[in-house]
């Protein structure tokens, strides 16, 4: 989603993220999701020239969700060591301690983009259950007998089971 890196909307792609992480069933995630992509957001907000438009974005493959934000300043940013009694400086320092990875790529000649990675449970949306082999023996016979049936009522019913045919001439 592309938008303007303003405090007030901070707070909406927050709440659209979280949402996001819910649908995809992933609810451990969202406290730490959620405040990585304010620390990045925050971070476009505070420093980016020379607009602060961004675009975010989450990605879920297989046993992983990927965050980013990309701006249009091409300055990488680093992480700093704030003094005790500092009030920001800490945003990156945050998004280290709470992610699984995370990192900075220049994005073309005028940009970059920001990421971090969680680790999301195996699987992130439930699958239908497979069925069991029991399950799967009684539907092969089920079918098995729908085909007998089938066979007595075109009046060909034979004792045992239906002759193999091949598509093989010979």
């Given at each position: 989603?592309?938008?303007q890196a303003l405090p007030s909307r901070i707070g909406q792609v927050r709440r659209i993220v979280s949402?996001?992480?819910?649908?995809?069933?992933?609810?451990?995630?969202?406290?730490?999701?959620?405040?990585?992509?304010?620390?990045?957001?925050?971070?476009?907000?505070?420093?980016?020239?020379?607009?602060?438009?961004?675009?975010?974005?989450?990605?879920?493959?297989?046993?992983?969700?990927t965050v980013s934000v990309h701006d249009h300043d091409p300055r990488l940013p680093e992480v700093r060591d704030a003094d005790v009694t500092a009030t920001c400086g800490r945003g990156l320092a945050m998004v280290?301690?709470?992610?699984?990875?995370?990192?900075?790529?220049?994005?073309?000649?005028?940009?970059?983009?920001?990421?971090?990675?969680?680790?999301?449970?195996?699987?992130?949306?439930?699958?239908?259950?497979?069925?069991?082999y029991r399950a799967a023996a009684e539907t092969a016979s089920a079918v098995s007998r729908s085909f007998a049936e089938v066979e007595h009522v075109a009046g060909r019913v034979r004792s045992g089971h239906a002759p193999a045919r091949s598509a093989v001439a010979g």
């Open positions: 989603m592309e938008l949402a996001q992480l819910r649908y995809w069933h992933l609810d451990p995630l969202i406290d730490r999701a959620a405040l990585g992509v304010t620390e990045l957001l925050t971070n476009v907000h505070r420093h980016a020239e020379p607009d602060k438009l961004c675009t975010v974005e989450i990605e879920l493959l297989l046993d992983r969700l280290a301690a709470l992610s699984e990875s995370w990192g900075v790529r220049p994005d073309g000649e005028s940009g970059k983009v920001v990421w971090f990675t969680l680790a999301a449970p195996c699987p992130a949306v439930e699958l239908p259950a497979r069925p069991s």
